[in-house]
């Protein structure tokens, strides 16, 4: 066995040595000052002074949440959203108190900054630094070693989009334009006299044509291909000009998706021939490097960091003519120029005890976890065979095939079917191993009770593509030992990219491991950078060059191997299954569209159907589900009430009334991610009566580890929530035959 993967006890699963430790940046009891406990008992009695009381306490926790716009937390702010940061709140404690609607919006914005700061386990910057913890063979469940600050270092990283952006102005300079190198977009194939494209009708091309493009390899510059073939460079650019119009040719300077974009811009600048030319782009770059670096130096310091950030959006203003923000309000847009990267200063490691308290349970769910993607599998092969046998003949072009397969595998605002027919399956088995008893609100099973049901209900299904053998389970830790199930996400290796390899002692065995799990058998579908979910730090993922290669449209987002042409692979009936060839190579269907597929299922994991409660389920000493409650909308009458007071003593009637927790998490359809809830703050519970008067349904999950059951401290002593997101590997070996040509 590779020594990056450890046994998970007798189980036949095995995990990665190495874990990533996600935490908050601020400590959990920064939220705790928003509560009001002596205004819940009021409520609860109903005490007739409690109008009095509630404004009272509606002043004071006002004044707690403006306290809470320190420098530390304006500046977390300023590097996320400083357009608000420089509009408002750096000087919210001077606002009109009396333009009361106002102010009620702006006191909730600062509440919902302030409970994600506090108690969402993220990965960026220092308000969710990120640290790799180790399982070692030690006695001790847990060992840490807190270091002085809450980070170690923070550097500040270019968004490609911003560095492609002054790549495109550069590119554009008379200048620099013969110093180009083109190359032919990576999805289209000449083929004989015509320029084949996945999307389009072919170009017809004549032998100069041919020539030129043979030429097209992204390692000459126009000026020598022009002296190559005795033609004018200008000639030679203005044929270039109309194929990269059509797509089928990249001429410019960007560079892949990367974590240091600038690096790769700075070494192509370096290689222009022309001495003059090559200074003036280099100083255009030094330009912005440099307003760059000045916002690094102001870390720490929010005015200063405002004014830096400031300065850096003006430098790219006047540099590139383009605005510095992008795709406002979306979730992981890269919305500014810069984002920092910070590592938790604490040294984590996972012993042997906690591996076994594990093992048991959490093998449990993975076997579920593989079945349940070996039963999505089987529903997309009856789903891509009916798409092969609706588009005729014997070999469809593979862009035609993914265009009518696309419904099926995209996610929008309906689950997927194959999908949804699985996980509907996966939940009457987990129903039937669980039998919970009606009305419970715990439930507790020993893993070995239910071993055999399991094995009965989940029985081992082959690992449909390559990536699908890698799952992903978010453990929670509490103070007294117990273990929490967060996300699962499956058919996914959710540490595979830039944001966690930058944090890792040792990138090449990071990169060891991801090579070893694969073994060469994965093939990968290049993304254009114009893809929504393509960002500078987590898409697409760390990329070997053991890989396979493919490619829909453009390649902008880079590769490190040989590209297959989509426009040149065709979708062919082998007997029971479906393979894609390529020339004389041969890859099955479910590997070539091995992202697209893990994308589909990678939120699938959902043992527990929807229903109006469920109980907290716990196996062993895992909780595989913490308790939930599903309400429609129009039920929570709180919410639509005028008068503040008395929703805030209703909201304390409906948690009793439905056995609600007093600290929990929200979800509504509009919201990407869960919003924290204190029944015992009034902003909070103003920011949750918001979000459910604007939605149909809400559910709530219960706060576990609760603030009092916090592991994680700093050299202050303060607690914070973290989780640890923990890499699985079935053993079995994938179900497809992989590339069948002999390499």
Not at 92 to 113: F, K, M, S, W
Not at 333 to 342: D, I, K, N
Not at 503 to 529: S, Y
Not at 574 to 601: H, I, K, M, P, T
Request: with cysteine; proline share 7%; aromatic share 8%.
């Amino acid at each position: 066995m590779s020594d990056h993967l450890v046994p998970l006890g007798e189980t036949g699963w095995r995990i990665w040595r190495d874990s990533v430790l996600r935490s908050a940046g601020f400590p959990a009891h920064r939220v705790s000052g928003l509560r009001g406990p002596d205004l819940v008992a009021r409520a609860e009695r109903g005490d007739t002074d409690f109008a009095t009381a509630f404004a009272r306490e509606r002043k004071r926790a006002e004044a707690a949440l403006v306290g809470s716009v320190d420098d530390r937390f304006l500046e977390a702010v300023t590097w996320q959203n400083p357009r608000l940061a420089r509009n408002w709140l750096h000087r919210v404690p001077t606002l009109d108190p009396d333009n009361h609607g106002l102010r009620r919006e702006q006191l909730l914005t600062i509440a919902n900054y302030l409970q994600r700061y506090c108690l969402k386990n993220d990965s960026i910057g220092f308000f969710g630094p990120v640290v790799w913890a180790r399982w070692t063979e030690g006695a001790r469940p847990l060992v840490t070693r807190v270091g002085e600050g809450l980070s170690s270092w923070l550097h500040v990283h270019f968004e490609v989009w911003a560095i492609d952006a002054l790549a495109r102005v550069l590119a554009a300079d008379p200048g620099v334009r013969p110093w180009l190198r083109p190359r032919v977009v990576a999805s289209c194939v000449v083929n004989g006299t015509e320029l084949v494209r996945p999307h389009g009708p072919p170009l017809a091309l004549g032998e100069a044509d041919k020539v030129l493009l043979a030429r097209c390899d992204g390692t000459s510059p126009v000026l020598e291909i022009a002296r190559v073939l005795s033609r004018p460079p200008g000639e030679v650019l203005d044929a270039l000009d109309r194929w990269r119009d059509e797509g089928v040719v990249h001429l410019g300077l960007e560079g892949p998706s990367e974590s240091w974009p600038e690096r790769t811009l700075r070494a192509r600048l370096a290689a222009i021939g022309d001495a003059p030319t090559a200074a003036r782009t280099l100083g255009a770059l030094d330009e912005l490097v440099a307003a760059r670096d000045r916002v690094a130096a102001a870390a720490g310091d929010a005015t200063a960091l405002a004014r830096a950030m400031n300065d850096l959006d003006e430098t790219f203003r006047r540099l590139t003519g383009e605005a510095p923000t992008r795709r406002d309000g979306m979730t992981y847009a890269g919305r500014t120029l810069v984002y920092p990267e910070s590592r938790r200063d604490v040294d984590v490691e996972l012993g042997a005890p906690l591996l076994e308290t594990l093992s048991a349970p959490l093998g449990l769910v993975l076997d579920s976890a593989r079945w349940l993607v070996g039963r999505i599998g089987d529903h997309y092969a009856e789903v891509f065979l009916d798409v092969f046998l609706r588009c005729g003949g014997d070999a469809v072009p593979l862009a035609r095939f993914l265009g009518m397969a696309t419904p099926h595998l995209f996610v929008r605002s309906t689950p997927l079917r194959p999908v949804a027919r699985a996980v509907a399956e996966f939940q009457e088995k987990w129903a039937r191993v669980l039998a919970v008893p009606d009305g419970a609100r715990r439930h507790h099973l020993r893993a070995e009770d239910i071993a055999d049901l399991v094995r009965h209900e989940f029985p081992p299904l082959p690992a449909p593509w390559s990536a699908a053998r890698h799952h992903c389970p978010d453990i929670l830790l509490t103070a007294g030992g117990d273990v929490v199930l967060g996300e699962l996400h499956i058919a996914n290796n959710t540490v595979e990219n830039r944001v966690f390899l930058l944090h890792h002692d040792d990138p090449d065995r990071l990169m060891a491991a991801i090579d070893a799990d694969h073994a060469g058998r994965r093939t990968f579908a290049v993304p254009t950078k114009q893809w929504p979910r393509v960002n500078s730090r987590t898409y697409p993922p760390l990329l070997s060059t053991d890989y396979t290669y493919w490619c829909l449209h453009d390649d902008s987002t880079g590769a490190p191997g040989p590209v297959l042409p989509s426009a040149d692979m065709t979708v062919h009936r082998a007997g029971d299954r479906l393979v894609v060839r390529s020339g004389a190579r041969e890859l099955d269907l479910f590997e070539v569209l091995g992202e697209q597929l893990s994308f589909a299922v990678v939120n699938a994991f959902r043992p527990l159907g929807a229903a109006a409660h469920h109980p907290r389920v716990t196996i062993d000493r895992l909780v595989m589900h913490r308790e939930s409650w599903r309400f429609d909308a129009t039920d929570v009458e709180w919410v639509r009430r005028r008068d503040p007071a008395e929703r805030f003593r209703l909201a304390q009637r409906w948690r009793l009334d439905h056995g609600l927790p007093m600290r929990a998490f929200y979800r509504v359809p509009a919201l990407t991610k869960p919003i924290f809830v204190d029944f015992g703050a009034i902003v909070l519970c103003e920011r949750m009566a918001k979000a459910v008067r604007g939605a149909d349904r809400v559910t709530l999950t219960e706060m576990l580890p609760d603030t009092d059951e916090l592991w994680l401290t700093d050299a202050a002593g303060d607690h914070y929530t973290a989780e640890l997101r923990i890499v699985a590997l079935a053993q079995e070996p994938v179900q497809a035959n992989g590339d069948r040509h002999d390499r």
